[in-house]
């Protein structure tokens, strides 16, 4: 490929030295006429900034105005309490739509202000909704009751506890998150922003009935989402809380084919079944950890 490349450069240099007539560069016999050269680095030594090796630790890294840190991601408990913040029964879903490019692009290091626009093309209120859930799981995490800030979960809470099993069950322990049901999300592009839009104001899981891509699924699972999937119609609607027991030991056991979950509305109580399909070993520790940041920063 050199070589191809290095003939038509000669080609090209004849040509140009015979006024633009097309010319072989075997016209020409100067090709072993190689002037001497010096390489001069000194104009890459003083525009380019040479960091390796000369790390400066005792010195604080500054940061510009839109470059934020990542909030702090819960790890997972035993049970869950998802919030339906989004329902998109489009046949298929694209990651545009859960995260627009173009004006975006700006707040690519400011993982909070560019979560602003999740899903503002096709649910405008589903940002506000999320955060709202957001809030509660920080007030749990906080030791306080989320039931003060969300009055609704007083008789959410009496109903988890008459379901089987879940008498003695301690709720300040059950981790609360938005979820998105979508029929086949994750179409098109690859980026991740797509699935820590989500997760970074609240997000813990999305249920489908399929995903559209590896990619997107394995991006959810990096950000620590559970990927749900369900046979049946969803017939739980925006606003609904639905409150999945066990799901921790479901995904440390790797019995994922058939998890038991409840939708819970203020008069009623509907079971229903999840399952989520083949995840390695790693990927469960992740979403167990609560994310891939937190999965790595307790490796060290």
Same mark, same amino acid.
């Given at each position: 490929?050199? &070589?191809?490349?290095?003939?038509? &450069? @000669?080609?090209?240099?004849?040509?140009?030295?015979?006024?633009?007539?097309?010319?072989?560069?075997?016209?020409?016999?100067?090709?072993?006429?190689?002037?001497?050269?010096?390489? +001069?680095?000194?104009?890459?030594?003083?525009?380019?900034?040479?960091?390796?090796?000369?790390?400066?630790?005792?010195?604080?890294?500054?940061?510009?105005?839109?470059?934020?840190?990542?909030?702090?991601?819960?790890?997972? %408990?035993?049970?869950?309490?998802?919030?339906?913040?989004?329902?998109?029964? +489009?046949?298929?879903?694209? %990651? +545009?739509?859960?995260?627009?490019?173009?004006?975006?692009?700006?707040?690519?290091?400011?993982?909070?202000?560019?979560?602003?626009?999740?899903?503002?093309?096709?649910?405008?209120?589903?940002?506000?909704?999320?955060?709202?859930?957001?809030?509660?799981?920080?007030? @749990? %995490?906080?030791?306080?009751?989320?039931?003060?800030?969300?009055?609704?979960? %007083?008789?959410?809470?009496?109903?988890?506890?008459?379901?089987?099993?879940?008498?003695?069950?301690?709720?300040?322990?059950?981790?609360?998150?938005?979820?998105?049901?979508?029929?086949?999300?994750?179409?098109?592009?690859?980026?991740?922003?797509?699935?820590?839009?989500? @997760?970074?104001?609240?997000?813990?899981?999305?249920?489908?009935? #399929?995903?559209?891509?590896?990619?997107?699924?394995?991006?959810?699972?990096?950000?620590?989402?559970?990927?749900?999937?369900?046979?049946?119609?969803?017939?739980?609607?925006?606003?609904?809380?639905?409150?999945?027991?066990?799901? @921790?030991?479901?995904?440390?056991?790797?019995?994922?084919?058939?998890?038991?979950?409840?939708?819970?509305?203020?008069?009623?109580?509907?079971?229903?079944?999840?399952?989520?399909?083949?995840?390695?070993?790693? #990927?469960?520790?992740?979403?167990?950890?609560?994310?891939?940041?937190?999965?790595?920063?307790?490796?060290?």
């Amino acid at each position: 490929m050199a &070589a191809v490349a290095l003939m038509d &450069a @000669r080609s090209i240099a004849a040509t140009a030295a015979n006024g633009g007539v097309l010319t072989s560069a075997e016209a020409f016999d100067c090709w072993g006429d190689i002037p001497d050269y010096q390489f +001069d680095s000194s104009v890459y030594k003083k525009r380019i900034y040479q960091g390796f090796n000369q790390e400066q630790k005792e010195k604080e890294l500054v940061c510009g105005p839109n470059i934020k840190d990542w909030p702090e991601m819960s790890a997972l %408990t035993e049970n869950i309490l998802l919030k339906v913040c989004s329902k998109i029964m +489009d046949e298929v879903t694209t %990651t +545009d739509e859960l995260i627009p490019s173009g004006e975006t692009a700006s707040y690519r290091s400011n993982p909070l202000g560019l979560a602003e626009f999740t899903l503002s093309r096709r649910d405008p209120a589903y940002v506000e909704r999320s955060k709202c859930t957001d809030r509660l799981e920080k007030a @749990r %995490t906080a030791g306080k009751s989320p039931a003060e800030l969300e009055p609704e979960l %007083t008789k959410i809470y009496e109903s988890i506890k008459k379901l089987p099993g879940m008498e003695t069950i301690e709720l300040s322990d059950t981790e609360i998150g938005s979820m998105i049901y979508a029929i086949k999300p994750g179409d098109g592009s690859a980026r991740e922003q797509a699935a820590s839009c989500q @997760r970074v104001i609240g997000g813990l899981a999305n249920i489908t009935r #399929e995903y559209a891509t590896k990619r997107y699924r394995s991006n959810v699972i990096n950000w620590g989402m559970l990927p749900f999937q369900m046979k049946e119609e969803p017939e739980f609607e925006t606003g609904d809380y639905i409150f999945v027991p066990g799901v @921790r030991t479901a995904l440390e056991s790797g019995n994922m084919s058939d998890i038991t979950a409840y939708v819970m509305k203020e008069d009623s109580v509907q079971e229903i079944h999840l399952y989520i399909t083949d995840m390695t070993q790693e #990927e469960r520790e992740i979403v167990k950890a609560g994310s891939l940041i937190n999965y790595n920063r307790k490796r060290k």
